[in-house]
């Protein structure tokens, strides 16, 4: 491809260097001078939210994002009540540590049912509640479609052209998409729907879809360049419809967790580059 | 819902009872009272073609389709000439066995390949090869949109309107698109795509998503009722397009095959009743 993605552009998602804590995968992307980090509310909040947010600071890190919120499809009223709480809080949470965008994975059927009209109606309602806080905190909520195999028990938003419509719904301002490039590579519409989302796009995750999969099957995800996805094609697609940001690399692979970090992290900068950079 | 599909239509796909050969099938079928058999090339093969006919004639069995052809994603010549002369060997199987539909599984990224649009070209080119012979032979060719999680090595055919705008390249005689329901029932355009696929529907094949997905997901299918899949109104939709063809019971999963297979059918004809019948 012509042009690609500078490695200025990389961020580092903390999940890629799981068994770190906040600040020793803080101070990892200084010492590879990775300019953005991707972080979790679990690691932020066993670092401390008002610490985390110093360190990040400190280290001059820009966040590309918070993961995550979601998990809306919850049916009984007490625990609707406290998702919506715990969602409220992480917004709250992306302010303070300075970014811009919450990634949601929006659960799957709720237990028992098998209605996905219903979940997916639950979904919107949720975020239609949570829009008014995104919009005074200035944080913008990114509808996360994942792979049709996390249909039933994660996410019932299984494709970037529905995220993209459950976008629409909302103000701009508050409400886009992430496109991750495991969950949406196989989709023969998805270069249509990058190009439909434009500036919706809050977030570009990338990582690699590899063989065989593992028999947990979250944690079948590779090094950009270890898989089947063509990354060039997407990449270029999410560059055309104007979204210039960090472009997070996350993978779940238990071998990329159990190998050492400083190696980890060497592999993204370098595949990263190769697989996305300036050829 | 109202009307629904009677036991009339119930079709028992052989590889739900995979240890059985085709002679057993056959009877399993007539102990059962179950009118229709979907038939696989490997289970023929061992019977013999021609034996394989004459037994399920014998029985008054219709043959509601006959699995598999496909794997047209074959980079190298000599392995593309090879499936599509395997796949011209199908259709005359099929038209031989007396059933006017040969599913069809398109094949992954050819190895080493990760050029998707290449390889759903391949397919389409595959199929245009093969279209005169089916019209000859009055089969049609059904292409099966297979879960994104087999895009990678099994069907880069990942969603029925994509299957369905593949199959509208060729004549209607000829080309057809298959509906399984654990491969499309997460997919939110579902509903418009069986009713834009209308009267090109050859086949609808049910069985249910299970969690926890096993090891080998190939294997993570269920009984009617066991898992999370929706099947009234996707059946609904498959009658509402004009499908009035049997229904097949096709359950890949390994205690299901490792049950007594009597026991199986048994199970197979109550849920087709209580989850498909006419309530």
């Known amino acids: 491809m ?50 985390a947010a ?70 919107a309602d949720a975020i239609g509640v949570l ?21 039933a028990d994660r996410c019932v938003i299984s494709s970037l052209g529905e995220a993209v419509d459950l976008a629409l719904l909302f103000p701009a301002d508050a409400v886009g998409v992430v496109v991750d490039t495991y969950h949406v590579w196989w989709d023969v519409r998805l270069a249509d729907e990058i190009a439909r989302a434009g500036r919706r796009i809050v977030s570009f995750q990338v990582c690699d879809w590899v063989l065989p999969l593992p028999a947990d099957t979250l944690l079948g995800r590779g090094h950009l360049g270890d898989g089947c996805i063509d990354f060039a094609p997407i990449a270029a697609a999410v560059e055309a419809a104007g979204y210039d940001g960090d472009v997070e690399v996350e993978i779940f692979n238990a071998e990329v967790w159990d190998a050492p970090p400083d190696q980890t992290v060497a592999t993204v900068r370098e595949r990263f580059a190769a697989v996305l950079g300036r050829g």
């Open 2 to 51: 012509n042009g690609g993605i500078g490695l200025d552009r990389l961020s580092l998602n903390q999940a890629t260097v799981k068994h770190l804590g906040l600040k020793e995968t803080v101070a990892l992307c200084v010492r590879h001078d990775i300019g953005a980090i991707g972080l979790w509310r679990d690691r932020v909040a066993e670092a401390g939210l008002a610490e």
């Open 54 to 123: 110093a360190a990040v600071r400190a280290a001059g890190l820009r966040v590309s994002s918070l993961c995550r919120g979601g998990f809306f499809t919850v049916a009984d009223p007490d625990g609707r009540r406290a998702a919506l709480a715990d969602n409220l809080a992480a917004i709250a949470d992306a302010a303070e540590l300075g970014t811009g965008t919450l990634v949601l994975v929006c659960g799957g059927l709720p237990p028992g049912q098998r209605d996905l009209g219903l979940a997916r109606r639950m979904v």
């Open 131 to 151: 829009v008014p806080e995104a919009l005074r905190l200035g944080v913008r909520l990114g509808i996360e479609a994942l792979h049709p195999i996390f249909c």
